[in-house]
């Protein structure tokens, strides 16, 4: 997988790593890293499906138990 727009970098996630006490080479950091955006990427898309209008919510059977008067 590439993330074409990646912020954080190689070096930095190495860098990060290393201060919380795991060593990683080049090729380990660009799989955490890209294990990392894809859980990113999917939890985003979680939120948007959560958002999306729900056509249950808007039922007619709502309309046939409400009784004018």
Same mark, same amino acid.
């Given at each position: 997988m590439n993330?074409?727009?990646r912020? @954080?970098?190689v070096?930095?996630?190495i860098? @990060?790593?290393a201060k919380n006490g795991i /060593? @990683?080479?080049d090729s380990e950091a660009s799989v955490i890293l890209d294990f990392l955006y894809l859980i990113a990427?999917?939890?985003s %898309? %979680? /939120? /948007?499906v959560e958002n999306a209008h729900?056509?249950?919510e808007r039922s007619n059977s709502l309309k046939s138990t409400i009784i004018e008067p």
């Open positions: 993330f074409i727009e912020k @954080v970098s070096k930095r996630a860098s @990060v790593l /060593e @990683v080479d990427k999917n939890y %898309k %979680k /939120e /948007e729900n056509p249950k």
